[in-house]
């Protein structure tokens, strides 16, 4: 029951650190070094004060070969799908966060706003819509809305669309690579929205060109591997 417990804590601990299983998924990890470093951690979480570094370590090997495994099913499909994507870029908009009430009593008139919009997608939650619509009809929206129902108000916003194969349905991974690339950079993502085959990410117009540079650079690097020519 110990040695169970040693090694579901070694697994939730160490999948919960992405740049370490980054590490650990292209085998350039120091196990000795990382097992003493979340000793105390496993301890703390095991109860077991017993607990032995080698014990961690091996834990951690255990991971290590299941994740190489992984990475090795997944990158080649994964690599595919970037490969064959189209990136396009959309400034000006920003996300508004609507009670939920407020847009099913509106629902005609935001029908009409779609319509006319250059950019509009509609996100259901809970107990709220995320509305993500051009500058140039923000005013109208929270007007059609009525700004009393309106829970945030997000501007200057960009949208980094990714339009991908049909792979995509299919392939495990895909958007956590996407979100990884920004967020090893330091890009916040304000949404994310899935519609078929497009990959909608959006993020600040501050950070957006910076965004756009990172994610072409990676489609053309994936051709390059691939041996596939540019779209």
Known sequence: MGKRGVSSAVRELVLSMPSVVNCLEHGIVNFSALARVIAADIKKATGIKG???GAIKMSILRISRKLREAQRAYKDRVLRVIAGSVLRLEAGLAVVTIRREAVFLRLNELVQL???SRFFQL???????SVVISDEHLKRL?????????????KNQSALIIISPKDILTTPGVVSYI???L???????????SCHLDTILIV??????????????AIINSRRLLGVKSA
């Open 51 to 53: 607990v032995s570094e």
């Open 114 to 116: 779609l319509e006319e």
């Open 123 to 129: 996100t259901q939650g809970v107990n709220t819509f």
């Open 142 to 154: 929270v007007s059609t809305v009525r700004e009393r129902n309106v829970v945030s108000l997000i």
């Open 179 to 181: 979100t990884k690339l």
């Open 183 to 193: 967020s090893w950079n330091g890009i916040n993502i304000t949404q994310v929205i």
């Open 204 to 217: 600040s117009h501050n950070d957006a060109l910076k965004a756009y540079k990172i994610l072409d650079e």
